[in-house]
């Protein structure tokens, strides 16, 4: 099955800052409720109801079953994986969508990497555990595509469920990005 192509409307119910911290938040929790994401996040429960239902919508949160009691609703992220149209295929209005989104995303990381260096003498052996790598590559575009989609599966090859993962576990966030040289001549 391949992965759903984002149209314009998830990339605008994407690209809303809360809406992105309540999916920071569900990562870091596994499941919540709009009343625990509401207090973590200081805002209003009809703002975090309101802002879960549109990611549902989407298809980025679902809800989880037989947890709730009455109208309490757990919700956790759900596993579908995205994919952008190529930017050639993109509209101008999904062009602006997707570079909000981009926009939130990257500062989110330079936040969340900041906050993890500020920490990092208290992390123990976890403390080591930044494999870090830069290079560069000569690819054509149809192994570039290669080269992403393997990624994509080795990273799919160790995500598991919480229960399914090893004693002394941690998330650990990964990011991956590629791009053509600026500077060399086509």
């Not at 990257?106 to 870090?132: C, H, K, M, N």
């Amino acid at each position: 099955m391949t992965d759903p192509i984002v149209d314009l409307a998830s990339a605008k119910a994407l690209a809303n800052p809360v809406r992105q911290r309540i999916l920071r938040e569900l990562e870091i929790l596994g499941e919540a409720t709009s009343t625990v994401l509401a207090g973590r996040l200081g805002i209003t429960t009809g703002g975090t109801s309101y802002n879960l239902r549109v990611l549902a919508r989407h298809g980025f949160v679902e809800e989880v079953p037989d947890r709730g009691q009455g109208r309490e609703r757990w919700w956790k992220l759900s596993s579908l994986s995205l994919r952008f149209p190529l930017l050639s295929r993109q509209s101008p209005e999904l062009q602006a969508a997707i570079k909000k989104l981009n926009e939130l995303w990257l500062t989110e990381d330079l936040e969340t990497f900041a906050l993890f260096q500020a920490q990092r003498e208290r992390l123990g052996e976890w403390s080591d555990a930044v494999p870090y790598s830069r290079g560069s590559i000569r690819l054509s575009l149809d192994e570039l595509e290669n080269f992403f989609e393997d990624y994509l599966a080795l990273l799919k090859r160790y995500q598991r469920e919480p229960e399914e993962t090893p004693p002394g576990s941690r998330t650990v966030l990964t990011r991956f990005i590629a791009f053509p040289d600026p500077e060399e001549e086509a």
